[in-house]
């Protein structure tokens, strides 16, 4: 008698195995690709600031070196050279953020919903870290020009747009203004003063401010932006650079309100080597079947620090929010 349970008669093959076909449904799938592409494509601040390889380490803090600045001395004829000695200073910085986005899906819509409903919650919860991160990395900068030092962001160190010099005042209806051709030339002076390098600076501004900036000739002329045609910025509205700086237009540019609730916004100026993010894990995804209720959960988390190590090298702008 031909044995059942094989087609023809050979242990080694099996007529109908439980397969990855046939158990295509409850096999679970990993979607970190796609919130990855997504969280990259919506961050404006990460490419602007130091970005330290840290991605599956052990630890929670980085030590990052800061030496100063050597000088030279003028030799004289049969004596030793001069010895410089130093001891460098660190930046501690704490790897402490971690931030999820979850959803529970019941059986029944994982069932009848269309197979978009997972496109839109790997491209929302990458949306969703990007902006957590754009974010917290705009309040972070509350510390440049050597301002807060500690949680807050009062901006204490904060200038006012219009001349780029004036301390910003918060109280009663506050003091900011739009930016004007003299005040960013002064915040890109008070970089220049501090030895801050010129290359890989960027200028990062509300929408509000972007408006204000298609008015300024030093922004939009031919002459000075080297652009013409289709590339010229007064024909099609691009962001472009002013005075050699990059300008970015984030809606996360932080909001601060003043004592009477008027809203302004931080513009920023800074050099790359201002601030620092490590990553020690990107944007993961895990998915588990909760059966007491009937459910996939679905989660994506992110693990970083993020820091200030050269506050020198940035200053911020208030500007009014409207």
Request: hydrophobic fraction near 40%.
């Amino acid at each position: 008698m031909a044995n059942e349970f094989y087609t023809d008669g050979a242990p080694n093959h099996v007529a109908n195995p439980t397969n990855v076909t046939t158990a295509a449904n409850f096999i679970k799938e990993l979607w970190s690709d796609e919130v990855i592409a997504v969280y990259k494509a919506n961050t404006v601040m990460v490419p602007l600031i130091q970005s330290l390889p840290f991605a599956g380490e052990k630890g929670d803090t980085v030590h990052i070196p800061k030496p100063s600045r050597g000088t030279t001395t003028a030799v004289a004829s049969g004596t030793a050279v001069t010895v410089q000695v130093e001891t460098a200073g660190v930046f501690d910085l704490t790897i402490n953020q971690h931030f999820e986005y979850s959803r529970l899906i019941e059986d029944i819509v994982k069932i009848q919903a269309l197979d978009s409903m997972r496109s839109f919650y790997t491209d929302d919860a990458g949306y969703a870290h990007a902006i957590s991160l754009d974010s917290a990395i705009h309040t972070e900068a509350a510390k440049l020009a050597a301002g807060d030092t500690t949680a807050g962001a009062t901006y204490s160190k904060a200038v006012i747009g219009g001349d780029g010099s004036t301390t910003w005042v918060q109280t009663g209806s506050g003091n900011g203004s739009a930016l004007t051709d003299a005040g960013i030339r002064r915040a890109i002076q008070s970089l220049d003063d501090a030895n801050v390098p010129a290359r890989q600076r960027a200028l990062v501004v509300p929408p509000v401010e972007k408006r204000r900036l298609m008015g300024l000739s030093r922004f939009t002329e031919q002459a000075f932006v080297g652009e013409s045609g289709s590339s010229n910025t007064i024909r099609n509205g691009l962001i472009g650079d002013i005075y050699g700086i990059p300008v970015y237009v984030s809606t996360n540019v932080a909001t601060v309100d003043s004592s009477d609730c008027t809203s302004y916004r931080a513009c920023l100026l800074l050099q790359r080597e201002a601030m620092v993010v490590a990553e020690q894990l990107a944007p993961r995804t895990q998915t588990q079947y909760k059966q007491e209720f009937l459910s996939d959960l679905f989660t994506a988390d992110t693990i970083y620090g993020l820091g200030t190590p050269r506050p020198e090298a940035g200053v911020v702008l208030m500007v009014p929010a409207a």
